[in-house]
Nanobody
Framework: QVQLVESGGGLVQPGGSLKLSCAAS????????MGWYRQAPGKQRELVGS???????NYVDSVKGRFTISRDNAKNTMYLQMNSLKPEDTAVYYC?????????WGQGTQVTVSS
């Protein structure tokens, strides 16, 4: 079992920045990939980006150059640094941890980009 807790969401103006955190606990040694997803009202949940155990990252085209995923293994925490935020980035952001057998989700954190 893996438990995930996101934090760092909030209200930000267009062009601003936010940094989300995802703290993992439990059987973290089994995790091979972690990712950030988001779900806007009325839309399906989409992958924002991911990071594997080799620190390789990938991102959806809409956030490339603006968002950065990183990990602090000493703190068992994954981060999503979001810069140059746009209103269309408004969504609930979720982190996910994958093991070879199962995927685990956090509870989500709201990000609202509005003036």
């Amino acid at each position: 079992q893996v438990q995930l807790v996101e934090s760092g969401g909030g209200l930000v103006q267009p062009g601003g920045s936010l940094k989300l955190s995802c703290a993992a606990s439990g059987s973290i040694f089994q995790i091979n990939v972690m990712g950030w997803y988001r779900q806007a009202p009325g839309k399906q949940r989409e992958l924002v980006g991911s990071i594997n155990n080799l620190e390789h990252t990938n991102y959806v085209d809409s956030v490339k150059g603006r968002f950065t995923i990183s990990r602090d293994n000493a703190k068992n925490t994954m981060y999503l640094q979001m810069n140059s935020l746009k209103p269309e980035d408004t969504a609930v952001y979720y982190c996910k941890a994958n093991t070879p057998w199962e995927g685990y989700w956090g509870q989500g954190t709201q990000v609202t980009v509005s003036s």
